[in-house]
């Protein structure tokens, strides 16, 4: 079973305000990813990481920055939220390796920016 | 360029069999790749095909010809729980996963 946990579950802020979204696994996993996903649409990769001190942007970088300090924890943050961050935003995480595919997704995070 | 497209939708009964359909585009390939996402749930990797043919695991196989651009997932004995979308993504050169939309699959008793 999947070990990789996203805070918070659900948030709701107003315009403008800077906020952090936590991810961490436990799997010791190399690869870890940030999507944004819309209802009914296709995953868009926001930031990746291939280790400690690497991070890539996606075709999606929405503004949005993240970290790899540690290998088990790899935080988003928007510097300043618009109503159009709104979305659902999925953490995931991958062992090492080019062609490994199978990626272990959190429970996702779902922000409304008011 | 590259693409990825599967119905927005498909019905199917329980206890039936049913093919969700995956057609890609891309000039570099790795493999594909099908998950399925309950409704608001994380996906959860369902198989993964590099080479031709068919790979069955359990009630669902997954088919693959890169020649055609063309995957699909089978289902059989479909149960209530397998009503979720079920996501097709493709590896491309830079070993990006692509992702279509999904296919929310219905089933029906």
């Known amino acids: 079973e999947a070990d990789i946990y996203q805070t918070p579950r659900y948030l709701v802020i107003g315009t403008g305000k800077k906020i952090t979204l936590e991810c961490s696994q436990t799997m010791g996993h190399d690869k870890m990813y940030w999507y944004q996903q819309d209802p009914g649409m296709e995953l868009h990769l926001i930031h990746y990481?291939?280790?400690?001190?690497?991070?890539e942007k996606g075709d999606l970088s929405s503004e949005s920055t993240v970290s790899r300090i540690r290998t088990e924890h790899f935080p988003l943050t928007l510097e300043s939220a618009r109503p159009s961050h709104t979305s659902q935003y999925l953490c995931a995480s991958s062992e090492q390796g080019r062609d490994t595919g199978e990626l272990f997704f959190g429970e996702g995070s779902r922000l409304t920016v008011l | 360029g590259q693409n990825i497209d599967q119905p927005t939708e498909m019905t199917a009964t329980e206890g039936a069999i049913v093919q969700i359909n995956c057609t890609y585009q891309t000039s570099g390939f790795n493999g594909l790749f099908w998950y399925q996402q309950h409704a608001g749930e994380a996906p959860t990797f369902l198989s993964y095909n590099v080479l031709d043919g068919l790979e069955e695991k359990g009630r669902f196989s997954s088919f693959l010809s890169r020649s055609k651009g063309y995957s699909y997932l089978l289902l059989k004995e479909l149960q209530m729980k397998d009503s979720a979308s079920y996501l097709c993504?493709?590896?491309?050169?830079?070993?990006?996963?692509?992702w279509g939309a999904g296919t929310k699959l219905i089933i029906k008793p």
């Open positions: 990481s291939y280790g400690v001190n690497s991070t």
């Open positions: 993504a493709f590896m491309d050169s830079n070993y990006q996963l692509i």
